[in-house]
């Protein structure tokens, strides 16, 4: 007997593609990739149990399946929403879904600091990019922002759970990647906050990857802490034969010339810890927080890093000087400003070039 | 009408004791199931028509038809008695002064849906009603209608109550396993469904006080007896909690036939408004659903008297009608502010939020402040808009129902009473002393050239 | 040390008996509210590791749920505790009144203990007896109907009680 792959159809933004049974919507938007896919805060394709918290990813579904095709009445939750065969989603196309995730980034920023000058997360944060993705400018909330104290959890973590967004990740990190979990969520509602209660440290192999989790500045890394801005240092894949079990020991360092300033695990295109053989490649703490020798490492080359990042920003070295001058571009024409206002305006003597002007120009300099 | 079948024996003395409730002809309903195919009690209570009366009103026998039965996995019924939808008190009434009517229905309900272990989940503060229910437990077990092989049965049923601590959210079926499992009261993000995977992964029924007492007379009576009583849908009789500015509050037990204005002013039920002040709004429901200014509230928009049921109080949906709820009747007079009314729920839910999802943890406290500043005379008219603007953004968007049941009771006070709302901006100065009163929401029928 | 006399060492198996085999995690909320009566109305640090011991738990899972749910107390609280509610229908009803009049009459604030460390007053939200309102939670039972001449009287009560 021939087992037959069964697979099942689904249209998001107009673009329909076939997946397995048990997709959920947004892995199904995934695998189309670009803007069809929602954003996704809390969710963690790694992390058993994640999702459906932060509201960030809520899709309209206008057909529930061929069998039943309803739409259903409510946005869902992509992350945590099964595809059916024939089910219609709309993401992008909706008219309510940009308006409701709107409102899920102002509730996210609503007690959030925004300290990005300070923090450690600026650069790779996704809340940042949330905010500018689908956000609205300023804020209409007038009240005091709610704060919280800084935590050191361990000797390598530090809490700032002012900034968090409560996406739960880090509780699941510890729950299935570490052998004991020492901290957790809380109190309730808006006072809920993660914390190990007692300031306990939390002392396990593993716990650095609740910092490669963490969406935001919440949980950083005290070996890293005010030590550069991300965007100056320089990714590079690398590996070395750790002999921790369950270290995966592919890693990105983030160097600065020859120095390694930051370890952390490798991140896919989703943000997320890249898979390696099937598995998530987990680090443990030696090869995130001592293990910061360039000749520890097998470096493999300049990590992929997405155009739109600014970590990005002077990173690709390869690019050519083009070869032919702007002067031969411009039609003979020798650049001097983008937009020549002495064309334009007769307020100024045409017959001065700013770019003659020594230092800032005074109306003075115009009356000659 | 009044139509009593949960109630009907309250007052004997000593009903609360086993001896007595079963002298009055208690427990009969399970000498009658046990003779029953489990599946047969189901089609009665379809048949019945019955409603879950925690608020939802969702049809029961159907809810009881979904539960998944794989082989060797346990399924379990659980009691919902974690009453805590301001402005409701019946099930604590019930399982206070007659303890064994629910035991009974819990019995019957058990036995149909094929659990062996089932659970009471009680709101904690009802602590000395714990020590009432397990009373009665003790006692039905002692009489051989729990425990091994029940009545020669053959079925097996054990059952126990626990006590949450304090956590209106409970109340939502799946956080209430959540904390019947030792957890953080967290709704379960759906599907799946309960009835699929419930308490530690096995198919769950979860089912209010009022609903699994319901079943007692369904199966002494028969389902279509009981779907004779009331009309429509709203079958059977319903236990309405009346509170706020009346003369009698208390629980009284319906059948769904009667108008509004005879509950709130015939002396049989509420007694009318103490001190001779006028009907200004009420929340039929429980907090959550949307409040009515007394208009709205004794006649439907159509012009028809609005009945205490299911259909006629959700009649004109939310742009004019409310909703049926839990039965929590809160009664507000021409003295209350509805502003500070709000803002007082507003507070309820901010306070009751699980803080799971983000609308709700962050909107709910939001929306309190503005309402503060609001009634304390420092708001602004766009805050009315914007108050608008969060529960829309709340409303639909979250995990769990808390969401939309802090959002309707502003939404409708903003809807109804916006220019209370505006008062309060205008005249900042009086709104912590004076009353904004009445204006043109006054009840038609009763205050009239007065 | 902090252990359960022997009679709540029964009673906290006869709860573990309740739920499966491994599920003694549901034991947590009413081991929780034993341990709150039998040590001192509050539940400190090493109570609630010694719960997560006896329920063979993680100490944060222990926490999580104390910090939870509202009727734990984290800190601790005076020998009498008058909870009251502040709720919509007791509001229409004159909490506001009572909550006042406590403050007043005990010279403290809402969330305070008497310096005698008698009383402390708590807001708390909706209980289930808002037909009648006002109301408070005191010990095992409910007050309500309150007015001023109750509170008083309740007073008096504890104060006679202490005595």
Known sequence: ?368 | ?450 | MIQFKETSLKKVAEIIARYPEGKQKSALLPVLHMAQVEFGGWLDVPVMDYVATLLNIEPIEVYEVASFYSMYNLKPVGKYLFEVCQTGPCMLNGSDNIIDYIKQKLNIGVGQTTADGMFTLKTVECLGACGYAPMMQFGKTYREHLTKEKVDSIIEECRAKAN
């Open chain 1, 1 to 368: 007997m021939s087992e037959e792959i069964k697979t099942i159809k689904v249209t998001i933004d107009n673009i329909t593609i076939d997946v397995a049974p048990g997709t959920s919507i947004l892995q199904a938007a995934r695998m189309i990739g670009g803007d069809v896919t929602p954003p996704a805060m809390c969710y963690y394709s790694k992390l058993e149990g994640s999702g459906g918290k932060c509201r960030t990813c809520l899709v309209e579904v206008a057909a529930g399946s061929t069998a039943d095709p309803r739409p259903m009445p409510k946005l869902v939750a992509s992350c945590r929403t099964g595809v059916m065969d024939g089910m219609i989603v709309k993401n992008m196309t909706s008219e309510k879904v940009p308006e409701a995730r709107a409102g899920v980034v102002e509730f996210l920023l609503l007690n959030h600091p925004l300290d990005c000058p300070i923090c450690d997360q600026a650069g790779e944060c996704h809340l940042q990019d949330l905010g500018y993705d689908h956000g609205k400018e300023g804020t209409r909330y007038q009240f005091a922002r709610r704060t919280f104290k800084k935590e050191d959890i361990g000797p390598y973590i530090q809490l700032h759970m002012t900034r968090c967004i409560l996406c739960y990740r880090c509780t699941y990190v510890a729950d299935q990647i570490t052998n004991k979990r020492a901290h957790g969520i809380i109190d309730r509602g808006d006072h809920a906050a993660i914390s190990t209660y007692i300031s306990k440290a939390i002392d396990n192999d593993f716990s650095g990857n609740m910092i490669d989790v963490c969406p935001v500045g919440a949980l950083t890394d005290k070996t890293f802490r005010f030590k550069n801005r991300v965007w100056f240092t320089k990714p590079m894949d690398a590996h070395r034969d750790c002999q921790t079990p369950g270290c995966c020991g592919k890693a990105t360092l983030w160097l600065r010339g020859d120095e390694v300033f930051r370890v952390t695990a490798r991140k896919d295109e989703w943000g997320e810890v890249q898979s390696f053989d099937g598995k998530p490649g987990w680090i443990c703490n030696t090869c995130r927080f001592e293990t910061k020798q360039t000749s520890s490492w097998t470096i493999e080359g300049l990590t992929t890093i997405s155009r739109h990042s600014v970590i990005g920003a002077n990173k690709y070295q390869t690019l050519e000087m083009p070869k032919e001058t702007v002067k031969k571009v411009m039609r003979g024409v020798e650049p001097k400003l983008l937009m020549d206002i002495h064309s334009v305006s007769g307020v100024n003597n045409p017959d001065i070039h700013l770019s003659e002007i020594n230092g800032p120009a005074h109306s003075s300099d115009f009356k000659k």
């Open chain 2, 1 to 450: 009408m009044e139509k009593k079948l949960l109630l009907e024996k309250v007052h004997i003395e000593g009903i609360r004791h086993y001896d007595v409730y079963r002298r009055e002809g208690g427990y009969r309903s399970v000498e009658k199931a046990l003779k029953m195919q489990p599946n047969d009690i189901v089609e009665e209570v379809k048949k019945s028509g019955l409603r879950g009366r925690g608020g939802a009103g969702f049809p029961t026998g159907m809810k009881w038809s979904f539960l998944a039965k794989p082989d060797g996995v346990p399924r379990y019924l659980v009691c919902n008695a974690d009453e805590s939808e301001p402005g409701t008190f019946k099930d604590r009434y019930l399982m206070e002064f007659i303890p064994h009517i629910l035991i009974e229905g819990m019995i019957v309900s058990s036995f149909a849906l094929g659990s062996n272990t089932s659970y009471i989940y009680i709101r904690g503060e009802y602590d000395w009603v714990t020590d009432i229910l397990e009373n009665a437990i003790a006692e039905a077990k002692q009489n051989g209608w729990l425990g091994k092989n029940i009545q020669g049965s053959g079925y097996d049923l054990e059952m126990y109550v626990q006590r949450g601590a304090g956590a209106y959210i409970c109340g939502e079926e799946t956080a209430l396993l959540e904390s019947l499992e030792g957890k953080r009261g967290n709704p379960r993000i759906k599907p799946p469904f309960p009835a699929v995977k419930g308490l530690w992964g096995c198919p769950t029924v979860v089912n209010n006080v009022e609903t699994l007492a319901a079943v007692v007379p369904i199966i002494n009576e028969g389902g279509e007896a009981y779907a004779q009583i009331g009309v429509g849908k709203s079958t059977g009789t319903k236990l309405i909690s009346a509170c706020g500015n009346i003369n009698k509050p208390g629980i009284y037990e319906i059948d769904m036939t009667i108008t509004v204005e005879e509950f709130i002013y015939s002396d049989e039920y509420c007694g009318g408004i103490p001190n001779g002040k006028k009907l200004k709004a009420c929340i039929p429901g429980g907090s959550s659903v949307p409040i009515l200014p007394a208009n709205l509230l004794l006649t439907t928009a159509k012009g028809e008297k609005r009945l205490m049921n299911y259909e006629s109080l959700s009649d004109g949906g939310f742009a004019t009608g409310s909703m049926m709820g839990s039965g929590g009747f809160i009664v507000l007079d021409e003295d209350q502010c509805i502003v500070r009314h709000t803002y007082s729920l507003a507070r309820f839910y901010r306070h009751e939020s699980c803080g799971q999802c983000s609308p709700c943890r962050e909107g709910t406290g939001w929306m309190e402040k503005i309402l503060l500043s609001i009634e304390s005379g420092k708001g602004k008219m766009s805050d009315i808009d914007l108050l608008w603007d969060i529960q829309r953004k709340i409303e639909g968007n979250t995990i769990c129902p808390l969401g939309d049941a802090a959002a309707w009771p502003v939404a409708a006070s903003i809807r109804h009473f916006r220019d209370e709302f505006e008062w309060h901006v205008n005249n900042p100065e009086k709104c912590l002393t004076e009353n904004f009163g009445l204006r043109h929401y006054a009840d038609p029928v009763y205050v009239a050239g007065s």
